[in-house]
């Protein structure tokens, strides 16, 4: 299981509050912030370290992650 630095857990839950806000406030719950937080762990996991490349990984799959869900 990969280790993060504080610096990165911070880069991750700043990507996750901005990509939440990008879905309506209606739609988030949970189980979207779940998915989403799963999103940028697989993403990191991978090497994506920079907030952009973060968001950009997360952004891309808001729209999977709300059909799942519906």
Not at 29 to 40: C, S
Not at 41 to 50: F, H, I, N, R
Request: no cysteine; aromatic share 4%.
């Amino acid at each position: 299981m990969p280790s993060y630095g504080p610096e990165l857990i911070q880069t991750m839950r700043a990507v996750l509050d901005e990509a939440i806000s990008k879905i309506p406030v209606e739609q988030v719950t949970p189980a979207i912030k779940a998915h989403l937080a799963e999103f940028i762990l697989k993403a990191a996991a991978e090497g994506q370290t920079s907030y952009d490349g973060l968001l950009a990984s997360a952004s891309d799959q808001i729209q999977t992650i709300l059909s799942m869900v519906s």
